[in-house]
């Protein structure tokens, strides 16, 4: 353990909390209710971090929402279905401990800071009919819409998303027929909920979770970067930070939360801890790793699981602080009909509609060529998918702004604009359309995966809600960049089911704790779920926090000695 004691402290709580968003304020709310005191250093000049970015959905296995809404579902099973589709990858104790921990932060942070949600219906597990224990609805919970404006001076220094219609809630986006039918949405509803800001999706969820620390008096200084750990020599009891140029160290009595989500805005890290070859990013520029900069002080152990590359899209003009430009996920506009993604060769390699098929497919390597076959790539849609569909931020029929497609009236001239063999575009589309004709994918089997159909397709489209032909020019190509996971990392710290960091004995690192995005996902290993993520956050902060505060939870112990989940559950 390092021994780096400042001359001074300038600052000091029982709890320190690095980062702002949900996984750091979870922690710090936990431990001020169990009896110390806690505060919260953030980096940027607003609050609520990655959470804010987010689609807000949480995912909780066996929740009491599903329970009280009659839904059949248990912890047990979520631990089966995760455990399942982890390839190996994940650890069962870690798994265990999510599926467990999950549905019991939830309750605790609804009754304590007033935390509103509920479940998201009609919105299935990704893997529903191709797993055993997936269910149709459930499972997914999003907050119900949170009045900003209590937050007082911290409403404008809490923040908001430019990539996410935070206006609406699922409920709305799905009754309005998807994002694929924006045009038919409710626009005098998102103009109401603007006027008063009332937040939903990620940056409601964030917005709770401030509320629940400024109603506390728990501290929020922002514009601090942390920059180091120090210790005693014995344990972690502090941070070496900088405001304005200035060195300020603070003292934590209790422990450490490291919670900074990842490291893709840091290009070296990406390739060497993802590899990810320059990846763009739709996260803030202070997600660059620091958390495996400060915990490597003091030999904290990091593991990696898979973490496939996603897809971005830019759309120019647009942008985000200090002239960054804004990334967004291509996911909900290349499974949509009328479009297909191709490599070089003109063909398609997967199931444009689930991203964790394409998004595997993408970096795969021909090792007889040394190249990747599947990249670069482009998402290729006719003149249908324009009239009808949105992309990204440009509505439907709008022209696409200058230097985002390369258009022409022929696949033909298409192909040779953007450099993809004509003949392989050729085949690869008109294969495509006699299988749209028949409703069934016969390559990939695009359109088989319910979740798919409700997030990426055209509920109005039968009979199978991703199909639909190319065959109305002008066509259109927009090369897709690589781009990191909004936050979620392979690589991360690895922890005890405390949340303490452990060193690469095994070891515990007293006084330091990780949540959320900093901490490897071996509590679901290969696979990921949307809202897995925001649920880890708020679990690991809820644990750490006891733990910090000297009360921590005995659940998962109680079931590893036997008890079934339901006689270890708190009363």
């Not at 959470?51 to 809404?69: D, F, K, Q, R």
């Not at 422990?255 to 890290?269: C, H, Q, T």
């Not at 032909?469 to 259109?476: A, C, F, H, Q, S």
């Not at 330091?512 to 649920?535: K, P």
Request: aromatic share 8%.
């Amino acid at each position: 353990m390092i021994e780096n004691l400042p001359p001074r402290w300038d600052m000091e709580a029982d709890l320190v909390a690095i980062g702002s968003g949900g996984g750091g304020l979870a922690a710090a709310i936990t431990g001020h209710d169990h009896g110390i005191s806690a505060l919260v250093l953030e980096r940027a000049d607003q609050v609520g971090g990655v959470t804010a970015l987010s689609m807000g959905e949480v995912w909780i296995p066996g929740n009491h929402l599903a329970a009280e809404a009659g839904i059949a579902d248990s912890a047990e099973s979520g631990f089966r279905y995760v455990q399942t589709l982890s390839m190996g990858y994940g650890n069962d104790a870690a798994i265990l401990n999510q599926s467990l921990h999950g549905p019991v932060a939830l309750r605790w942070f609804e009754e304590q800071i007033g935390l509103k949600m509920a479940v998201i219906h009609g919105c299935p597990d990704y893997y529903f009919r191709h797993n055993n224990d997936a269910i149709s609805e459930g499972r997914y919970l999003e907050v119900v819409p949170f009045p900003a404006e209590t937050l007082g001076e911290w409403q404008s220094r809490t923040r908001v998303s430019a990539q996410v219609p935070y206006a609406f809630t699922h409920e709305d986006i799905f009754k309005g027929g998807g994002t694929a039918n924006m045009v038919q949405w409710d626009y005098g509803l998102m103009a109401e909920r603007l006027g008063k800001d009332e937040r939903c999706l990620g940056p409601g969820l964030a917005a709770y979770f401030v509320k629940g620390a400024l109603d506390r008096g728990i501290p929020l200084e922002t514009g601090v970067e942390v920059v180091e750990l120090i210790g005693d020599g014995h344990r972690v009891v502090g941070v070496r930070a900088r405001r304005d140029g200035q060195d300020l160290f603070v003292r934590a009595h209790r422990g450490v939360v490291i919670a900074v989500s990842s490291y893709e805005r840091n290009p070296e890290l990406a390739k060497t801890l993802s590899n990810q070859i320059d990846p763009v990013s739709m996260v803030m520029p202070s997600v660059d790793g620091a958390h495996l900069r400060m915990a490597g002080q003091v030999g904290a152990r990091i593991a990696r699981v898979p973490d496939p590359t996603n897809l971005g899209i830019h759309i120019p003009g647009e942008e985000l602080e200090d002239g960054v430009p804004l990334w967004r996920g291509s996911l909900p506009f290349l499974g949509l009909p009328h479009t297909i993604v191709v490599n070089r060769a003109g063909q398609r390699f997967a199931d444009e509609s689930f991203y964790r098929a394409l998004y595997y497919a993408v970096d795969v390597i021909d090792g007889a060529s040394q190249t990747h076959p599947n990249f670069p790539c482009w998402v290729v849609f006719d003149a249908q998918a324009r009239a009808k569909y949105p992309f990204g931020s440009v509505p439907p029929g709008a022209d696409l702004p200058e230097g985002l497609a390369v258009s022409a009236d022929t696949l033909e001239e298409l192909a040779l604009r953007i450099g993809v063999d004509p003949g392989g575009l050729a085949e690869t589309v008109a294969r495509f359309n006699r299988d749209c004709e028949g409703g069934e994918d016969t390559l990939f089997a695009r359109g088989t995966y319910p979740w798919a159909s409700v997030m990426i397709g055209d509920i109005h489209q039968k009979p199978n809600a991703n199909l639909g032909p190319l065959r109305e020019g002008p066509y259109y190509a927009v090369e897709l960049k690589r781009m990191g996971g909004g936050g979620i990392a392979g690589t991360g710290l690895v922890a005890d089911h405390h949340c303490r960091a452990v060193d690469w004995n095994g070891d515990v690192i007293d006084g330091l704790y990780v949540a959320g995005n900093s901490m490897v996902r071996f509590d679901n290993g290969a696979v990921m779920q949307s809202g897995m993520t925001n649920a880890r956050g708020m679990t690991h902060g809820y644990l750490a926090g006891r733990h910090a505060a000297g009360n921590p939870s005995d659940l998962f112990e109680r079931v590893i000695s036997g008890e079934t989940p339901a006689e270890a559950q708190p009363a």
